[in-house]
């Protein structure tokens, strides 16, 4: 992998891009596991149609580890200096993720280069992260 560095890259180009089999029942199992995280709003089908969804949905945070290796692919994880996310909708069982980002800012600042993403995920239905990540580049 050749990595990105400040001279090679200009405000607007987009990183490599990220997408996903659909969302499974395992999938979300998986994660629950490997997360911790066991809200039944994600494994409970009886639980979510109480809660007047239709069926379960994925985590958000699944979509934002998602989001999180489309920008290790890109650089090392020791060049992310700051994320702030937002959750804008849900991920249904079924849909895929597609995770998009691009250079919005290059700057310097105390000798070191920096570009400022600004990234996303979404489903065929819906933009489900919107996200602002600055990660420093050589």
């Known amino acids: 992998m050749t990595l990105p560095t400040f001279d090679s890259v200009n405000v607007g180009d987009e990183i490599p891009s990220l997408s996903t089999p659909p969302i499974s029942r395992h999938t979300l199992a998986l994660y629950c596991g490997a997360s911790g995280d066991h809200n039944p709003i ?5 639980f979510a149609k109480s809660s007047g969804l239709d069926d379960v949905i994925a985590h ?3 979509s934002a580890g998602y989001l999180g290796r489309m920008l290790t692919n890109w650089v090392p994880q020791s060049a992310l200096r700051s994320w702030k996310n937002r ?3 849900m991920t249904q069982i079924g849909e895929s993720v597609t995770c998009t980002g691009k250079i919005v800012e290059k700057f310097e600042k105390d000798g070191e280069n920096f570009v400022r993403l600004e990234i996303q995920t979404n489903t065929p239905e819906a933009q489900t992260i ?5 990660v420093v580049l050589a």
Do not use: K, P, R, W
């Open 42 to 46: 994600h494994v409970d089908l009886d």
């Open 60 to 62: 958000g945070m699944l």
């Open 87 to 89: 959750f804008t909708a």
């Open 130 to 134: 919107v996200a602002e990540v600055v």
